[in-house]
Every structure is written in C-alpha cells, then in structure tokens.
C-alpha cells in the first residue's frame, strides 16, 4: 500500500526534526473496537500520542473512546504533493500540542559495597 502525502508529510517532518511516527496505525480501543489512522506521532498532545488523519469520519464515532484510551486527535485536508516536503506550519502545531515529556527511569539499584558492609 502506497503512503498518502500526509503519511510522507510526518515521515519527512519526523526524520528533519526528530519526530516519533508511525505510518498507518492500529488503534485497539476500550471496547474492543480497532481503527485505522494515517499517523501516530509519539510524545505529544496526550499520554499515548496524536493521531493524525485526513478523514473525520474514521473517527467521529469513536473520539470519547480515542480520548479514553489517552490519545488526542486531530484531522486536516489532503496535503497537496508541493507540500510534502514542506516544513512550514511544524513548530506551531507541535507547540499547540505540547510535547509531552517521558516518565523518569527508576534509579540504579545501588550495587552491594565489596568491603561486605551496607
């Protein structure tokens, strides 16, 4: 299956900024349900990501259930083919987004002192 230019659009941004995506995704939802989005886009909006796509229906049924499961969401038109490659418009949605920071890794046991005390 060939990737849609918005699906490029986030492959491009991701690999010029940094970015975390994935390009289509599967979403398991709270009920049992599954939907198909054009890009999950890591560490930003929500706990579990951004689902972008360019289709409203795909999720119009099953928005309370996305924002359940910890996933924010958000639709825009077609991307022309001039526009893949462009940049332009990146810093204001990941702003508006808010980067979500990762949770902090549990600390290093500290190893045993050799000497056998504590």
Known sequence: MSLTNLQRQWQHAANQL????????????????????????????????????????????KKDAILAAGFGCSCYGPIPESEVTSLDGFDEILSDWTKIEE??????PIPP??????
């Open 18 to 61: 940094g970015l975390r995506v994935e390009t289509p995704y599967s979403v398991r939802l709270p009920d049992g349900s599954s939907i198909e989005v054009e890009v999950h886009l890591h560490g930003y909006g929500a706990r579990n990501g951004m689902l972008v796509l360019s289709d409203y229906a795909v999720i119009e049924e």
């Open 103 to 108: 949770p902090n890794p549990p600390p290093e």
């Open 113 to 118: 002192r050799r000497d056998g005390s504590s």
